[in-house]
């Protein structure tokens, strides 16, 4: 397989709306100024996601000659204000907060919001322009612009010093602190704010790239989202260095040589990654979030709909530690654990699913038969304090990985993976909640030590999950499914307190699948390339390379599967995962 085949930017070209689409600052005030031209008042609302460059938005929108230009953000309740409000969700800890349910009106000052109404309200005519996160709170708007960025974005600036977070001046503070602040509180508000807004937005202003925006008319994104939900397609990856970071990645897939090693690549996780939208000659960025809270039911199933709610449920990324070093030996929630201590309503239940290994590999999974579960936390304890490095030959089991191997890791099971493992991670969404037990003594990428929360993983380590039940149920637990003229279909997981169904099938001819009304995510194990076709031709032929993730939305129903030019004659292989009903 040539490593550029592996499409970093994939996009869906959306159909029907082809002059919808605007790029550059210029372009979009002068269609703009097309639309306002003929009214005598009017007033833009353009409410923006936190991490705009809000700057770079008024001095642009001056350009207009506004007869009125107000920063929504001037209503906003102070700093401390907000620390006092958001203090029960902030906690101390550097990384875990409690998920915020407020509401945006809270973080704003009433008095403040009627007074700018009121100078919206005195202007008799001409152009008023009110922008900046809550603006809609201000006025609903004549015209509604939604300006929107990627999460992956926001944690570029985040790192750069750029931004800190919305309502603080805290760019300088721990970037584990600020990162905790947006996906504990940020983040869960204003998605809440901006997912009425986008149903009924005149555009939405895509702000990822500086001076250089994107603007789509809300009937095209609508449209677009609406014919995703219709069809296979990809996020768009994002890939990061880190400490325990290998080089297969780098080399597999042609990433920027210049970076000492790439740790993850959340190759699905809509949560966090982009979605790009080709509106005729236009390439329009938004948060692939967007489309999971506009449109869940034709995305995810009724059922996943009627139990998640607007989230994606199911995870795949990727762990490489191929030339690198161990992750950290680490342990996920029980339920009961997040629900009661962050807020989450379901847990970090994962699986690693070996896309390729050296022949040392081997993944660390469960304690050893007969330990002491008290001496093996004191021996934590010990090493987290600095007087010795964990034992954890004594205490942790090891065993030989190898490439298709598949390693259940329901909650509460104590793991990581060792050296020169290629790790796809199938896995439920929550990410975040990684109880780090031991770090083998090292300092992250910033010099600093990477937090380890030794109290919270001693509350939920199963010890039960000894040597001889790890391998009775989280080790290779492959049952023949079906077969037929060349393919054959296995269950591979996940354990009984997952919620996720893992399929693998293997085929060398074209093989049927449907979606029997829930979400499907899938990835090409082996193989260089394959195509996945409709039957009644609802979709255009959509072409996946290997080591490549892509989403069936529950809406499609019946679709096929088939080697693809270089790979017709070759066996192949998918890794299919959904909700159990």
């Known amino acids: ?51 705009v460059r809000l700057e770079e938005l008024r001095q642009q929108l001056t350009r207009l000659s506004p007869a009125l230009l107000i920063n929504a953000e001037t209503a906003r309740h102070s700093e401390a204000h907000l620390h006092d409000l958001l203090a029960g969700n902030l906690t101390d800890d550097r990384v875990f907060g409690v998920l915020s349910c407020h509401q ?14 009121k100078n919206v309200d005195a202007v008799e005519e001409g152009l008023v322009i009110v922008y900046g996160t809550g603006a809609a709170l201000v006025h609903p708007g004549d015209t509604l612009i939604y300006a929107d960025l990627a999460r992956w974005e926001i944690q570029q600036r985040f790192r750069s010093g750029e931004l800190g977070n919305w309502g603080v001046d805290n760019q300088d503070e721990d970037i584990l602190r600020r990162y905790k602040r947006a996906f504990f509180i940020e983040w869960r508000v204003f998605d809440r704010h901006k997912t009425p807004l986008l149903r009924r937005a005149d555009f939405l202003l895509d702000t990822n790239r500086q001076d250089d925006p994107a603007l789509i008319t809300g009937e095209a994104l609508r449209g677009g989202l609406r014919q995703a939900t219709r069809q296979p397609f990809r996020v768009v ?10 080089q297969w990645m780098k080399n597999r897939f042609n990433l920027d040589p210049s970076k000492p090693n790439y740790a993850w690549c959340f190759d699905c996780v809509p949560e966090e990654n982009s979605l790009l939208l080709r509106v005729g000659d236009v390439r329009i960025e938004i948060p692939s979030q967007d489309l999971v809270l506009l449109y869940p039911r034709p995305l995810l199933g009724e059922k996943v709909h009627a139990r998640f709610g607007a989230e994606f449920p199911i995870r795949f990324d990727f762990l490489d530690t191929v030339g690198g070093q161990n992750l950290s030996f680490q342990v996920h929630p029980v339920t009961e654990y997040i629900q009661q201590h ?41 090493a987290q304090r600095g007087e010795k490095a964990f034992t954890d030959e004594k205490f942790v089991n090891r065993f030989p990985a190898r490439k298709h191997d598949h390693f259940l890791i329901p909650a509460g099971t104590v793991h990581c993976a060792g050296a020169g493992a290629m790790v796809l991670e199938i896995s439920a969404t929550p990410y975040i909640f990684t109880f780090k037990l031991w770090d083998w003594g090292r300092l992250g990428l910033d010099g600093l030590p990477r937090p380890v929360h030794l109290a919270h993983g001693a509350q939920v380590i199963d010890w039960q999950r000894d040597t001889q039940w790890v391998s009775d149920h989280l080790i290779n637990q492959v049952e023949p499914v079906a077969e037929g003229d060349g393919w054959r279909e296995e269950r591979t997981g996940l354990h009984e307190r997952e919620f996720i169904e893992t399929r693998r099938h293997w085929f ?28 009644e031709n609802a979709f255009h032929p959509f072409v996946v390379h290997y080591a490549e993730t892509f989403i069936v939305p529950a809406a499609v129903g019946e679709y096929r599967i088939s080697p693809y030019r270089s790979s017709i004659g070759t066996q192949l292989a998918t890794m299919k995962a959904w909700v159990r009903g």
């Open 104 to 117: 945006p009106g809270e973080f704003f000052c009433a008095d403040r919001l009627v007074a700018l109404r």
């Open 342 to 382: 962050f807020g989450m309503h379901y847990t970090q239940d994962e699986s690693y699913y070996l896309l390729d290994a050296t022949p040392e590999a081997e993944i660390y999974l469960g304690t050893k038969s007969g330990i002491e579960p008290q001496e093996m936390l004191d021996d934590l304890a010990a």
């Open 1 to 51: 397989m040539k490593p550029e085949q592996y499409d970093k930017w994939p996009e869906i070209r959306v159909a029907g709306f082809e002059n919808q689409a605007w790029r550059g600052w210029d372009a979009i005030q002068q269609h703009l100024a097309s639309c306002l031209s003929a009214q005598q008042k009017s007033v833009v609302v353009i409410d923006c996601y936190p991490g």
């Open 237 to 246: 990856p994002f890939f990061d260095p880190g400490v325990w970071g290998g």
């Open 508 to 535: 060398s001819k074209p093989v049927t699948h449907h979606t029997q009304g829930t979400v499907n995510v899938l990835n090409l194990v082996e193989g260089s390339e394959a195509l996945v076709e409709s039957p």
